[in-house]
């Protein structure tokens, strides 16, 4: 049971690169987000899906693009990056009902460096 | 909007000791829950506690309890018996219940001295 797996764990990107992080998660969790963390700042919710075919905004969505054509799989996409999306990116899932309801499941995280 | 505050950037504790993390929301909704998140330099996020909203009985997990005061709109951990091991951020995380979409506090960078 691999969880919430993320890719790439690390990327170096030049200004105006675009770029996609994978996420997948092998839990048919209903719920799946991307957040951002940066110093000082906790982690701030990018985008969210609520299942197949739906997404919606979430803090700080500017800058990116979700789409969640599958259950298991929520890629989040950079169009044009900036150097102020340097930062740390968590792919997270959560069962929509159960003993574990909306419990995050978390990836291990992408570090991204934009110069 | 839902709000989260973590007033206390850092703290530190002495093994064995006990310490008290802060936490306070914001929300209109009535149903909810709320989770304390821990991350160790690892940068992995680990569970800690978890709470209903329509509960009234304080969560508890081994050392680890909370205090939940649903009118005061506050959800402060206790951790007791304090170990090295427990040297992480924490986060305090406020989750509605129809979307799994979780807002997270700033965090509080817990240290534990020998």
């Known amino acids: 049971n691999a969880g919430v797996t993320q890719t790439p764990k690390f990327q170096v990107l030049k200004t105006g690169q675009s770029m996609t992080l994978q996420c997948a998660q092998d839990?048919?969790?209903?719920?799946m987000s991307w957040y951002r963390q940066d110093p000082g700042m906790g982690l701030r919710l990018i985008h969210y899906s609520v299942g197949a075919g739906i997404t919606d905004q979430g803090e700080v969505p500017n800058g990116y693009n979700v789409s969640r054509s599958t259950t298991e799989d929520f890629p989040l996409r950079l169009l044009s990056a900036a150097p102020s999306q340097t930062s740390v990116y968590f792919c997270a899932s959560s069962s929509r009902q159960g003993s574990g309801a909306n419990v995050l499941t978390f990836g291990a995280g992408s570090r991204l460096t934009v110069l | 909007a839902q709000t989260v505050t973590q007033s206390q950037p850092e703290m530190s504790v002495q093994e064995a000791e006990t310490v008290t993390l802060s936490c306070t929301y914001d929300t209109s909704e009535s149903n909810y829950y709320l989770f304390w998140y821990k991350q160790p330099p690892s940068r992995q996020m680990i569970l800690v506690i978890r709470q209903e909203a329509y509960k009234q009985q304080n969560a508890t997990e081994n050392r680890f309890s909370v205090n939940f005061q649903k009118a005061a709109k506050s959800f402060s951990l206790k951790i007791s018996d304090s170990q090295l091991g427990d040297t992480a951020m924490y986060f305090c995380?406020?989750?509605?219940?129809?979307?799994?979409?979780?807002?997270f506090g700033q965090g509080t960078t817990l240290q534990v001295k020998p």
């Open positions: 995380a406020f989750g509605s219940s129809n979307t799994g979409k979780l807002i």
């Open positions: 839990m048919n969790h209903e719920y």
